[in-house]
């Protein structure tokens, strides 16, 4: 109990580390950026020499970039994340809009994609049968030759859910690593006395197998959720979805940074949180086993 | 070598091949408009028709392949090379050197790949000439591609160090810059050639991906990405097959890979 409270503070620490460093990482490269200093506003003819003159003094304390990093995280944590320069809404606003739709997109790509995993891993470990074998390793290894953009546009064409896309697009990684995991759990030599005294294929699986192949099933889960982040980009964007991966490819195509910078810190959040996650439950797992 | 390696080696060298002759195999090039046909299906005169504006869709295949097949192996050196550069002295040096390396490498870890890549990508000018759009991409594809590579050779110069000949090198009185690249660097060869070659088909993809999402290589300079834009107009997938081209020989070209690197992803791991 001890060791996973200190797992616990460990992986807090570790996430504020990360998303400190991260946001400092972000706010030096838009500091950067070319084109960071430029306001349109100076563009126009109205404007005499002292409003000119007062706009500039508005963004100097934007020169420095500790002070830029540190007037961001004094605004962000009284909830103001700054305003979108291309859509000239509030970021937080965006955010919270689409944020529901990506999720669910999310779960129910993810979803699909270990049900998909575990059907064909199972069977393969199940069956035995190197025809099978080499199909489904085939199908996974077209699916990951595939840019995960081209599935999503498919996906398009074929007027499938978007969800199903970034299941196609996660499966592949989990799908491997999964059958791996668990060939070689049933062919541990307790596995094989067990189903030698005829223990039924349920009982082997939820009493003997899934225990001991759980907690690097669950890194894997950890590591998809930021597979299936990254393939919400292509999916949102060209499936016209409004969720956070559209709004991203929206932000790059703009270069609206402040909107980029706030996305990626929330990402690096999410998929933080969901590796710490599967990693403390996977603590768990292993301590009740033990 | 198994006939599945065979066949890839063969699969790859026909298509380098003929992407390299696409000035004798194009010698229109890919930026020339035959205004009169646009949109064209294919004919003697354009095997695989023309696009919407008229340019040899071929001639764009082959000189996009070129570009898609020479860059992504630069880009992969360059990351294998930050990665030996950064894991493989932090590795050495271990301590607070290597935890720092691999919190800064965590970091670049914890965002998904895409997503640190358009990123990365909107921060550097958008509407730039063509030829420095090619390099912003593949340079961007291996300045941040280097940190799973970093990982693992950070664990094994980690290993290294700690081994008999490292130690008694160093109770020789080798000093310690002498010892890393005569000593850790020979031996980090095998992880180095295995991380080169695991991340030309990573690149070749990610590339296709920025591509699509137009932020990749800038008109009327082809590469696999700009070319499957094309994708986008189509109705239905059998309404003009030809288009998809570019879609066979890119899942060619990276099956190739795959299977010619399971040896090498051992070797990695």
């Not at chain 1, 509030?90 to 739709?101: F, H, I, K, N």
């Not at chain 1, 393969?124 to 953009?149: H, K, N």
């Not at chain 1, 299941?167 to 592949?172: C, E, G, K, R, T």
């Not at chain 1, 005829?198 to 959720?225: D, K, M, N, T, Y």
Request: aromatic share 8%; hydrophobic share 55%.
């Amino acid at each position: 109990m001890r060791s996973l409270r200190w797992r616990i503070a460990g992986h807090a620490l570790a996430l504020l580390a990360t998303l400190f460093v991260g946001g400092l990482l972000s706010a030096t490269l838009v500091r950067l950026a070319p084109g960071f200093d430029v306001d349109e506003q100076e563009l126009d003819p109205h404007l005499n020499t002292q409003s000119m003159q007062a706009l500039r003094d508005a963004r100097h304390q934007d020169h420095n970039v500790l002070r830029f990093y540190f007037s961001y995280m004094k605004r962000a944590a009284h909830g103001d994340l700054g305003t979108s320069l291309a859509l000239g809404q509030p970021v937080r606003t965006l955010l919270r809009d689409r944020l529901p739709l990506t999720l669910r997109l999310l779960a129910m790509g993810l979803g699909l994609a270990w049900l998909l995993t575990l059907t064909l891993a199972l069977s393969a470990a199940w069956l035995r049968l190197s025809v099978y074998d080499t199909l489904t390793t085939v199908v996974s290894g077209t699916f990951l030759c595939i840019p995960a953009a081209v599935l999503a546009l498919l996906s398009v064409l074929w007027n499938v859910p978007g969800s199903l896309a970034i299941a196609l697009i996660v499966f592949p990684h989990t799908y491997r690593y999964s059958r791996n995991l668990l060939v070689k759990a049933y062919s541990r030599p307790h596995i094989i006395t067990a189903r030698a005294k005829g223990l039924g294929e349920a009982r082997i699986l939820f009493w003997h197998v899934l225990p001991v192949v759980a907690p690097q099933l669950l890194a894997v889960a950890g590591v998809s959720v930021s597979l299936a982040v990254g393939a919400a980009i292509p999916v949102e964007a060209l499936c016209g979805l409004a969720g956070i991966g559209q709004l991203a490819w929206q932000a790059a195509l703009a270069r609206d940074l402040p909107l980029l910078v706030n996305i990626t810190i929330l990402v690096t959040l999410v998929t933080l949180l969901a590796n710490s996650g599967a990693d403390v439950i996977g603590h768990m797992v292993r301590g009740q086993e033990a | 070598m198994s006939l599945w390696r065979k066949l890839a080696c063969v699969a790859l060298a026909l298509v380098l091949g003929a992407s390299v002759a696409a000035n004798w195999l194009a010698p229109g090039g890919y930026a020339r408009q035959y205004r009169e046909a646009t949109d064209a299906p294919p004919s003697h005169a354009h095997w695989l028709g023309t696009d919407e504006i008229g340019r040899d869709r071929f001639a764009r295949v082959l000189y996009g392949t070129r570009i898609s097949l020479l860059l992504a192996p630069a880009a992969a050196l360059l990351s294998t090379l930050m990665a030996a550069l950064i894991g493989g002295l932090a590795g050495y040096l271990g301590g607070a050197w290597a935890r720092m390396a691999m919190a800064v490498t965590n970091v670049f870890l914890s965002l998904p790949w895409l997503f640190l890549l358009i990123t990365a990508r909107a921060l550097m000018p958008l509407n730039v000439s063509p030829l420095v759009s090619v390099l912003v991409t593949f340079m961007l594809l291996g300045l941040l591609g280097w940190t799973t590579a970093a990982r693992v050779l950070c664990t094994t110069a980690g290993s290294l160090r700690t081994s008999d000949f490292v130690r008694q090198a160093r109770a020789a009185g080798i000093p310690g810059q002498r010892l890393f690249w005569l000593h850790v660097m020979p031996n980090l060869k095998p992880v180095l050639y295995a991380q080169f070659w695991i991340s030309i088909p990573v690149f070749i993809l990610s590339e296709a991906n920025l591509g699509i999402l137009g932020l990749g290589v800038a008109e009327p300079m082809p590469s696999w990405g700009s070319l499957l834009r094309e994708l986008e107009g189509l109705v239905s997938v059998g309404e003009e097959p030809w288009k998809f081209v570019p879609l066979i020989l890119l899942v060619v070209v990276v099956t190739s890979f795959q299977l010619l690197l399971s040896k090498q992803e051992e070797v990695a791991a």
